[in-house]
């Protein structure tokens, strides 16, 4: 029967996976239903009062993430010497945004970019899974650069528990990796990894994706440039996070935001959920409501930015369907203005 069992895990154990964090995913949203909402007559008010321009500006903002994402990986191709064109990338990133409903973590959608990059632009895998790791971790670099900037701000704390040690110390990991990432020979790292047999074959299978990684050594300015695109990313998604929380009448200001949000995004990287549903949205009921918002607010707050990703997951997928269409539609007409 144990053998069963285990045979049983080890041929759908995808599946298996997936269940589990949908699983995770709705228990995680119906438990916020269930602790946040005592009173539904009053919920219902609040959803009535709110500000729909400022609800559809938060919304558009993700207009701008999307482009500014497309305009940072094709950036970092130009690299490689890809050019797909920012308008294609732009569409391959708003499909990733429906893939990252359905795949776990938040960086569900990246997995799908990384394979149609590399078919598109016909590159190894590897290649186009090190740019973008190297966007991935832009990311992360500017997310904590937010935070770091919060800290001087004031906001020191969530309720009675103080946060300056946490980001100060996640912020100098996130710069020593990327240092030592680029400058594997300082501290003799390179001999270290030659010298212990699993690192050494883990070295060998991932060699295409560090000598990607190292080339950006050539490529400074250019990192400069990602990291910039990052910030304004990621400004963007403060943006969301303000305006959605302001169309409901949340007095938290821009500031409190740029230390919610950076936090709430790195949280919701936790590989335990489907696209890190239910974790972002507990995650950011809990900060804002002990920084003195009401429970109700705070939670149709993190709902609506929750529906919106959907939303915008949806627009993606209708676009994973028509893409193809319009691909050979295209290609029917350059090939028809070639024989004219």
């Not at 938040?106 to 090190?130: C, L, Q």
């Not at 919060?150 to 240092?179: D, K, M, Y």
């Not at 821009?254 to 949280?267: C, D, M, S």
Request: hydrophobic share 55%.
């Amino acid at each position: 029967m144990k053998n069963r069992i285990i045979s049983f895990y080890r041929e759908n154990k995808k599946l298996i996976l997936l269940l589990v964090r949908i699983i995770i995913s709705v228990s995680l949203i119906v438990f916020l239903v269930k602790t946040q909402f005592k009173d539904i007559r009053s919920a219902l008010e609040i959803i009535k009062s709110v500000n729909k321009p400022l609800l559809i500006l938060s919304l558009s903002t993700h207009i701008f993430g999307i482009w500014i994402t497309a305009v940072r990986w094709n950036t970092l191709l130009g690299t490689q010497k890809v050019k797909l064109g920012t308008t294609t990338l732009t569409l391959t990133v708003l499909i990733g945004f429906f893939f990252n409903n359905f795949l776990p973590t938040s960086i569900g959608g990246d997995v799908f970019r990384t394979y149609d990059a590399a078919k598109k632009a016909n590159i190894p895998i590897e290649t186009s899974a090190s740019i973008i790791i190297v966007e991935r971790f832009s990311g992360i670099i500017s997310a904590s650069t937010y935070a770091i900037i919060a800290l001087f701000l004031g906001f020191t704390a969530i309720g009675n528990r103080s946060f300056i040690i946490p980001v100060i110390i996640f912020f100098i990991i996130c710069i020593i990796i990327a240092f030592l990432i680029l400058n594997p020979s300082i501290l003799r790292l390179n001999k270290l990894i030659n010298k212990i047999k699993f690192l050494k074959k883990v070295k060998e299978k991932l060699a295409n994706i560090y000598f990607t990684f190292l080339s950006f050594k050539k490529f400074k300015w250019v990192l400069v440039r990602v990291l910039i695109y990052s910030f304004l990313l990621q400004f963007a998604v403060i943006l969301n996070y303000f305006l959605a929380a302001k169309s409901l009448g949340i007095n938290l200001n821009l500031t409190a935001f740029i230390f919610i949000v950076p936090v709430v995004t790195i949280i919701a990287m936790v590989p335990i959920s489907i696209g890190g549903i239910g974790i972002r949205e507990n995650t950011l009921v809990f900060i804002i409501t002990a920084m003195g918002v009401g429970s109700e607010q705070a939670a149709i707050c993190a709902l609506l930015i929750f529906l919106m990703l959907i939303f915008i997951g949806i627009i993606g997928g209708i676009t994973y369907s028509v893409r193809p269409n319009y691909i050979k539609h295209s290609t029917t007409k350059k090939l028809s203005n070639s024989k004219s």
